[in-house]
């Protein structure tokens, strides 16, 4: 393809592109998205590429399927939309793909049993459902809809416009002052403001002439989140127009884009547009004929959470331990190989487009004061709708949870949420002691200095929802271990701290221990936040500390009357079925690992306690709910 | 499996890729990583000769980070997900019932060096949790009896 030589020949090929689509194609558009991956969304976009060759249909236009990242509502995977009509299908099924193909495709009528129903009403499109009403789609407005493979469907989308009107018609200042206005912080968790960190590193390499680096750091290391996975998959050019901009203002002509190994989709998305877009001269030297050259190349991670910590993934660049060093200096004065190097978040980068195209007083207005803008959420855990979700930011936990997670399913009930990851807290439903305005409207603003309030962080963005049948304790402990095996090792608070921290939490999730021992722990990990050298360190505790904050209570139950009120714990808990609802079906038996549930068909079954190790298979399986944990 | 023969991978070739400079380690025993399932001694060596990276430094990389090994992996490599909400839904248990049905301990290879076993913290695939990845394939609402079904048909 012929390079593009200026904004006009952009433009030019953007229109040519629109033009030559088909307004009356039919288009299908499968989502690949982590979760509809993970349940066979690529035999459902094969099953209609081979149904629409055996096809005998008259077209008069070739259907269009298209596979694209995220569509949002994972747990209805996976998702198709469709046009004519704008339908939104759920749960689709390679089986129903020949079915949709004649009717939609082919009839444009809708198949109802495929559409999303919640309380007995369906929904045809996705702007109908609940879910998606609260929602303001900003950065994931091309997630979803777009290709990701493919540059010409992004350009047609409006890819690289802002980057044209950054380099051709504002100076490296004003795009800086741009971003300022805007009130951009960070989207990686520390919410430190985006435009502060980018004018001290252009400061720095004017006082010592060199080069200044840039690096997006996707190592999304914390469980439970998906954000960055889903726009380095979903919407890869967002990621490098956002590098390029911040090069342009910076006076930075290298990117490194810093993914995690985990992510080998992500990896290869993001390889694809940067070979793209090298292709067409968007990037590399003299893009759109400014005069301004930049060039992106790609690093994966190799397996290290601390490497999500961005003096830790300087030095992996440079192929070293990951090792975080003390700041001050901070990167923006001595990074890479020791020039001004400025690390944003992966979800920031992408917002710099946006923020161009918007004009910073209008990106200013979403969301609220300090806290500008929307962020995305994976919204995970016992939660009925889950999946990824965009929101402007000081939302209600509330909404979030309730009404874009249609809250919790079955009998159980709303306990906490975590946010953050292992960062970040267990912060509870009802927070009444945290903000007199939180007390007022019974639930938490989500914003950067909200969650701060609360002793969690905002983090990156995972929320995971926890009901009545998750155990603090055991949760806690989790990210104990998490971080325990994660922790570099180089400083003594956080290397033997949280061994020490983690000694605790073992004999509470036992039963054993004192009250007192509550209070030793939390004078444990206030000395980590007090003395680790890294932010990893000093937030390693606020798991713990903020459990016991909001749920001392449960640590009691465990403590004093030997009891896991969750019933998760495996020592403080046993198992044991209900004469009265067990219909000998069998089930347990079958499944049970070590075989020590015994009883004939249609008669009641038994579980022996000595043999029985806890797992819960009995009861996960058992169709009648007779399984009961004490 | 016809037309495929095993074909030894070649360090030299993937050593080329690269220019001679120290930026460059981990990218390279990656691709080493990649190619050969794991990193032996004499390959280690050969990449800091090549590189100009002492033993010393090399050998903390590759121990440092995960996606390293100094041992052959299996054929097919079982990542069980114990993300948040992969813990929260039973990724704990899953992991315990495979290393009993495989029997392998987390991190080992089956004696056929068939399977590697290891968990992972979070695939970001938490809406279908508990996750496990085979390969490069994800199953999500994974349970040992579809863990199970997905290892007979490879």
Partial sequence: MKKIMSAAELQDLSQTLLAASDPDQPVARVCLGPGCLALGAEKVSQAFRSALKKSNANFKVQPLIKTTGCHGLCSQGTLVNLSPGNFMYVRVKPEDVPEIVETTLVGGKVVERLLYSENGTRYRTAADIPFYRAQQKVILKNVGTIDPLDIKDAIMAGAYQSMAKALLEMSPDEVIHTVEVSGLRGRGGGGFPTAYKWRRAAENAQEKPGPVFLIANGEEGDPGAFMDRAIMEGDPHAVIEGMIIGGYAMGAHQGFLYVRHEYPIAIQHLSVAVQQAYALGLLGKNILGSGFDFDIQLNRGAGAYVCGEETAIIASLEGRVGEPVVRPPYPVELGLWGRPTVINNVETWANVPHIIRLGAESYAKLGVPHSTGTKIFSLVGKVRNSGLVEVPMGISLGALVEEIGGGVPGQAHFKAVQTGGPSGGIVPYELKDVTAEAAEKKTLSVDFDSMARTGSIMGGGGMIVMDNHDCVVDLARYFLRFLEEESCGKCLPCRLGLKGMLGFLDHFAKGEGTPEDIDALESLGQALVDGSLCGLGKSAPNAVLTSIRYFRDEYLAHIVDHKCPAGVCKDLISFSIDPETCDGCGLCAENCPEECITGKKKKLFTINPAACIRCGVCRDVCPVNAVHVA | ?154
């Fill in chain 2, 1 to 154: 499996m016809e037309g495929k023969k095993p074909q030894k991978p070649d360090i030299d070739a993937l050593m080329e890729k690269y220019p001679r400079h120290p930026q460059h380690l981990i990218s390279l025993l990656q691709d080493v990583q990649a190619a050969f399932s794991y990193i032996s001694p004499e390959n280690l060596n050969l990449v800091c000769d090549y590189l100009g990276v002492p033993i010393t430094q090399a050998w903390s990389v590759v121990t440092f980070y995960k996606s390293f090994s100094l041992e052959p992996k299996g054929e097919h490599e079982i990542k069980v997900c114990l993300g948040t909400t992969c813990h929260l839904k039973g990724g704990e248990n899953l992991a315990s019932a495979c290393e009993r049905v495989l029997q392998v301990e987390r991190g080992q290879t089956t004696e056929d060096l068939r399977f590697t076993l290891d968990t992972v913290k979070c695939v970001g695939a938490c809406s279908e949790a508990p996750v496990v990845m085979v390969d490069k394939e994800y199953l999500g609402q994974a349970s040992l009896l579809s863990l199970k079904q997905h290892l007979k048909k490879l």
